[in-house]
């Protein structure tokens, strides 16, 4: 249940509520492997040592043949970054696919539901309450995708 | 001092009255006070465009030839209900039976885009009315009469929205993130009509409103109307309380104020512009236009409990609502709003032009709205019915 709080007018309104508890990030690559790597259990580290879960989008491998997959790595930007770091050590070829949200501003309604959802603090509503994006805070965490009532946002590849 | 409705409107005629948007009129309150803006302005304007859950649209088609009485009908694809030999009545949230994310909302917004439509009826086969199908296209033009019925128009509060639980909700509300971080709310706060005149002195049955661009008239209380919450020392009520209904003619609408939308896990909405004026008739509604956002309050919801008591997390203010952080439960948490300020600031100003351009004159309500308290929950009742 739910404690009930009084009033709090006089409290810090303005903290950053996104300081608290940095957020994790998804990535998508592209792992080529050479053949005397395909059979690593990658997944496995990613998950054990840096806490990365990944998630296998496209596979293309055979035994003992050299393989390619596509995979999203979602966890903390600094683990990711040592998970990406470990997989070029083994020897596979990694391409990251850029993926960015993009806001077609002309059907925007300057509504604000995307912003409740942007825990990163990409998307803000201006003095003039118009929705802003501040994309180098953007951490494609795809939220506001759903978020948005009328469809103004999409992914791209 | 004090004047009227026709005084007001005799200016207007003449190009004498001074009208402000709330906006302005706030800033002009706290600058020169009550007293100046009392003997200098006649009429504000308020608005809002916030996310509605429920309307209902009503067509009237011409006579086929053979006649045809519809017995069944869809619109592309959604069903709609035949509601007299060649009316049909469209719920907003009816999903089409072949796309769940296409509702009557959509028919609502395609009809007023000027879009072609798809009719599909089936008619009763009677004596005068031999017609046993019909298929057609259709657009707003072919129609004879096209309205939409809006029973929960204007919302005068509403609340926060946030979520204690482990797991994210997607509500009407929003996407409601776990451990209380996030909130949402949808209100335009101090431009929303209801709030500058938050007992209905100058708003009744009757009174000519500005739906989307279009003729609107104000059709009395509306769903979940409940007038007797509980209010502040402004008179300002700390939850939903009143709600007015209304209807707009689809004709005149511009599509820039009339939205189709999707909450996922909720289903259909719109967004509709509505600005409404609201003339200085006296010193007590002088006051209540005088409120600003630091002065409505509003309560924090916990949607993690999906009962109809839910338990709440006290109370705050538009004012900290607007500055995208509030303190829920000792914990600084981002909110954000579901209703659109920019669309509802521009509602004020394109309202005040039409005034100025004298294409909008004020009108006296015919009834008052009924503010006793009377809202009824709706309880199973295990024996059978008594008539
Ligand atoms: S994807 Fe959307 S919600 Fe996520 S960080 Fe980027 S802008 Fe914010
Ligand atoms: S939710 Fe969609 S319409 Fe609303 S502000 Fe964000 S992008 Fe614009």
């Given at each position: 249940?739910?404690?009930?709080?009084?009033?709090?007018?006089?409290?810090?309104?303005?903290?950053?509520?996104?300081?608290?508890?940095?957020?994790?990030?998804?990535?998508?690559?592209?792992?080529?492997?050479?053949?005397?790597?395909?059979?690593?259990?990658?997944?496995?580290?990613?998950?054990?040592?840096?806490?990365?879960?990944?998630?296998?989008?496209?596979?293309?491998?055979?035994p003992?043949?050299?393989?390619?997959?596509?995979?999203?790595?979602?966890?903390?930007?600094?683990?990711?970054?040592?998970?990406?770091?470990?997989?070029?050590?083994?020897?596979?070829?990694?391409?990251?696919?850029?993926?960015?949200?993009?806001?077609?501003?002309?059907?925007?309604?300057?509504?604000?539901?995307?912003?409740?959802v942007?825990?990163?603090?990409?998307?803000?509503?201006?003095?003039?309450?118009?929705?802003?994006?501040?994309?180098?805070k953007?951490?494609?965490c795809?939220?506001?995708?759903?978020?948005?009532?009328?469809?103004?946002?999409?992914?791209?590849? | 001092?004090?004047?009227?409705?026709?005084?007001?409107?005799e200016?207007?005629?003449?190009?004498?009255?001074?009208?402000?948007?709330?906006?302005?009129?706030?800033?002009?309150?706290?600058?020169?006070?009550?007293?100046?803006?009392?003997?200098?302005?006649?009429?504000?304007?308020c608005?809002?465009?916030?996310?509605?859950?429920?309307?209902?649209?009503?067509?009237?088609f011409?006579?086929?030839?053979?006649?045809?009485?519809?017995?069944?009908?869809?619109?592309?694809?959604?069903?709609?209900?035949?509601?007299?030999?060649?009316?049909?009545?469209?719920?907003?949230?009816?999903?089409?039976?072949?796309?769940?994310?296409?509702?009557?909302?959509?028919?609502?917004?395609?009809?007023?885009?000027?879009?072609?439509?798809?009719?599909?009826?089936?008619?009763?086969?009677?004596?005068?009315?031999?017609?046993?199908?019909?298929?057609?296209?259709?657009?707003?033009?072919?129609?004879?009469?096209a309205?939409?019925?809006?029973?929960?128009?204007?919302?005068?509060?509403?609340?926060?929205?946030?979520?204690?639980?482990?797991?994210?909700?997607?509500?009407?509300?929003?996407?409601?993130?776990?451990?209380?971080?996030?909130?949402?709310?949808?209100?335009?706060?101090?431009?929303?009509?209801?709030?500058?005149?938050?007992?209905?002195?100058?708003?009744?049955?009757?009174?000519?409103i500005?739906?989307?661009?279009?003729?609107?008239?104000?059709?009395?209380?509306?769903?979940?109307?409940?007038?007797?919450?509980?209010?502040?020392?402004?008179?300002?009520?700390?939850?939903?309380?009143?709600?007015?209904?209304?209807?707009?003619?689809?004709?005149?609408?511009?599509?820039?104020?009339?939205?189709?939308?999707?909450?996922?896990?909720?289903?259909?909405?719109?967004?509709?512009?509505?600005?409404?004026?609201?003339?200085?008739?006296n010193?007590?509604?002088?006051?209540?236009?005088?409120?600003?956002?630091?002065?409505?309050?509003?309560?924090?919801?916990?949607?993690?409990?999906?009962?109809?008591?839910?338990p709440?997390?006290?109370?705050?203010?538009?004012?900290?609502?607007?500055?995208?952080?509030?303190?829920?439960?000792?914990?600084?948490?981002?909110?954000?709003?579901?209703?659109?300020m920019?669309?509802?600031?521009?509602?004020?100003?394109?309202?005040?032009?039409?005034?100025?351009?004298?294409?909008f004159?004020?009108?006296?309500?015919?009834?008052?709205?009924?503010?006793?308290?009377?809202?009824?929950?709706?309880?199973?009742?295990?024996?059978?019915?008594?008539?």
């Amino acid at each position: 249940m739910a404690k009930k709080s009084k009033s709090n007018d006089e409290k810090n309104i303005n903290a950053n509520p996104s300081s608290a508890q940095p957020l994790r990030i998804r990535k998508r690559i592209v792992l080529d492997f050479p053949p005397q790597v395909v059979q690593t259990p990658l997944t496995y580290i990613l998950a054990k040592e840096y806490d990365v879960a990944s998630n296998i989008l496209r596979a293309e491998i055979a035994p003992e043949e050299s393989g390619k997959l596509v995979m999203e790595m979602d966890g903390l930007p600094d683990m990711v970054e040592k998970a990406l770091g470990r997989i070029k050590e083994m020897g596979i070829n990694v391409t990251e696919i850029a993926r960015k949200v993009t806001f077609n501003m002309d059907k925007c309604i300057h509504c604000g539901a995307c912003v409740s959802v942007c825990l990163a603090g990409a998307l803000k509503l201006d003095k003039d309450y118009h929705l802003q994006f501040i994309e180098p805070k953007c951490t494609v965490c795809e939220m506001c995708v759903s978020a948005c009532p009328v469809d103004v946002v999409e992914i791209d590849i | 001092m004090e004047r009227t409705i026709e005084e007001i409107n005799e200016k207007i005629v003449l190009s004498k009255a001074l009208v402000l948007t709330a906006l302005e009129a706030k800033e002009l309150i706290s600058e020169k006070g009550i007293k100046y803006f009392l003997s200098n302005v006649d009429l504000v304007t308020c608005a809002s465009f916030e996310m509605l859950t429920n309307a209902l649209l009503y067509l009237s088609f011409g006579q086929t030839d053979p006649l045809i009485y519809f017995s069944e009908a869809y619109i592309n694809n959604v069903y709609s209900l035949p509601a007299g030999p060649t009316d049909l009545a469209v719920s907003s949230v009816t999903a089409s039976r072949d796309n769940p994310e296409y509702s009557g909302s959509n028919v609502i917004e395609d009809l007023v885009l000027g879009k072609d439509l798809q009719l599909k009826a089936t008619g009763k086969v009677l004596p005068v009315f031999p017609n046993k199908e019909f298929d057609t296209w259709f657009n707003l033009s072919n129609l004879n009469c096209a309205r939409v019925f809006f029973n929960q128009l204007i919302n005068q509060n509403n609340i926060v929205a946030t979520n204690s639980g482990d797991k994210d909700i997607d509500s009407h509300m929003g996407t409601l993130i776990g451990k209380v971080e996030n909130s949402t709310f949808n209100s335009s706060g101090f431009l929303n009509p209801l709030l500058n005149d938050p007992y209905c002195k100058t708003l009744g049955t009757g009174t000519r409103i500005w739906v989307a661009g279009g003729n609107a008239y104000i059709t009395g209380f509306g769903s979940n109307h409940n007038p007797c919450q509980k209010r502040n020392k402004y008179g300002i009520p700390v939850g939903p309380a009143i709600t007015l209904s209304g209807f707009v003619d689809l004709y005149k609408i511009d599509p820039k104020w009339l939205r189709a939308g999707y909450l996922r896990s909720f289903g259909p909405v719109l967004f509709v512009g509505v600005g409404v004026p609201i003339p200085v008739l006296n010193e007590e509604i002088a006051n209540y236009i005088s409120i600003t956002d630091d002065k409505i309050n509003t309560t924090i919801v916990d949607f993690s409990i999906p009962r109809r008591t839910k338990p709440t997390f006290g109370q705050c203010t538009y004012s900290e609502l607007r500055t995208s952080t509030v303190m829920i439960n000792d914990k600084p948490t981002l909110t954000a709003p579901l209703s659109s300020m920019a669309g509802a600031i521009q509602i004020c100003n394109i309202l005040k032009e039409a005034i100025l351009n004298k294409e909008f004159y004020l009108t006296k309500p015919v009834e008052d709205i009924n503010l006793k308290c009377d809202h009824k929950k709706l309880d199973s009742r295990l024996s059978e019915g008594v008539n």
